[in-house]
């Protein structure tokens, strides 16, 4: 009964997983956007930062957080430590 609960939940959370990475090639225009404009409104970066960060405490999205945090480390190596910061403490 628990190991069939524990399959059960294990599926559920590859299914939603791989839901996720359905949302990755929009994000990552999304970023490439970002950087390629030059965009250097802060909010906007953080909020998508936020966003990365959420789906790398999912197991999703390392490689466009990375990519993107360090475009931000550009403008604003102070925001950008935070932000790697929590990364790492995430990834403790």
Known sequence: MEEDL???IKQSIESFQ???KGH???LEAEINHLIQSGNQDKNTIENT???LLSLVD???GKELF???LE???TLDAEGAAFYWNEYDQDDE
Do not use: C, H, N, Q
């Open 58 to 60: 999912m197991g999703i």
């Open 18 to 20: 791989e839901s996720l």
């Open 66 to 68: 990375v990519r993107l």
């Open 6 to 8: 524990f399959r059960s």
């Open 49 to 51: 930062l936020d966003t």
């Open 24 to 26: 990755l090639p929009a």
């Open 71 to 73: 475009y931000y480390k």
